[in-house]
């Protein structure tokens, strides 16, 4: 096995301590356990191999992305396997675990002021230089991940009894892949969201203005958004290591915040949420402190 083989495939696990509804499962799909430590892995692969595939990229090809940084870290991982030059773009603000990720693969890490700055550089160095931009926002092979991989696996990991899926909304690729393949499945499978409160600032979870709205997010596939606060995400992510024995980052407190909601109010069901990343990306900043 190399290491791309390694990428899915990841725990489901059961929240026992956390979920105070009997009648109700809830389950972490454990992303962090993707090679790469997120759920990145899976687009960052895709969209990278997919356009080889297509003979977007070649040997020789520089690639350029604006990322938060898990996406980052995942593709400076796939740029380092294929050979290909990558340039990072992140916002100053993102956790410094993060740039030495990126850079310990190889890549260039470039900080700017913010996600929208960093997107707008990226499209303009793409446009302007020799640069491939793999543009996850608005990026088919970025959701087809989700419908090829984490959807399938979900399903028959529940044995097709879910009935809620849960996941925080950033670029939207795993909701809409995952929302694709379980309507398919059955179309009483709930979809729900997160996003941030107007006054939160969650990693990995985004509020985007409608100019920077993800082109692939199609409202039609979510069947309910939750707004979460940053208190209730960082709290819950203290949870999830201290009750639970499982290490994420904030995004994933927030999922969790959102699928602890939907099970207190449903009679009985299966809710699965996406885990998205690992904690340790996170020990500089005051999640845990």
């Not at 692969?45 to 090809?61: D, F, V, Y």
């Not at 396997?81 to 993102?94: Q, W």
């Amino acid at each position: 096995m190399d290491i791309i083989e390694s990428i899915g495939n990841t725990p489901l696990v059961e929240i026992k301590r956390l979920n105070k509804n009997p009648k109700v499962k809830l389950f972490a799909k454990l992303e962090g356990n993707n090679p790469g430590g997120s759920v990145k892995d899976r687009a960052a692969l895709n969209m990278i191999r997919s356009a080889m595939e297509r003979g977007e990229i070649k040997a020789g090809t520089r690639l350029i992305e604006a990322t938060s940084g898990n996406t980052g870290i995942a593709l400076a991982m796939i740029a380092a396997i294929y050979g290909l030059e990558i340039e990072l773009v992140m916002p100053s603000n993102s956790t410094r675990e993060r740039a030495l990720t990126m850079e310990a693969y190889g890549a260039k890490v470039t900080l700017l002021e913010s996600i929208e700055v960093c997107r707008d550089y990226a499209e303009e160095k793409a446009a302007n230089e020799n640069f491939f931009i793999l543009n996850q926002f608005a990026n088919p092979d970025n959701y087809m991940a989700h419908y090829k991989t984490t959807g399938p696996e979900i399903w028959n990991d529940t044995a097709g009894a879910i009935t809620h899926f849960v996941s925080s909304m950033g670029t939207t690729g795993s909701i809409m892949g995952n929302s694709m393949y379980l309507k398919e499945k059955s179309k009483d499978i709930q979809i729900v969201g997160c996003q941030p409160t107007e006054e939160s600032s969650i990693p990995g979870i985004r509020r985007w203005p409608v100019e920077y709205l993800p082109k692939i997010f199609d409202p039609s596939r979510v069947d309910r958004i939750i707004d979460v606060s940053q208190q209730d995400a960082t709290l819950r992510a203290r949870q999830m290591a201290k009750g639970e024995g499982i290490f994420v980052g904030m995004s994933s407190g927030g999922a969790l915040q959102a699928a602890l909601q939907v099970a207190d109010e449903l009679e009985h069901g299966v809710v699965v949420f996406i885990a998205c990343d690992r904690g340790d990306r996170y020990l500089s900043s005051d999640l845990f402190g």
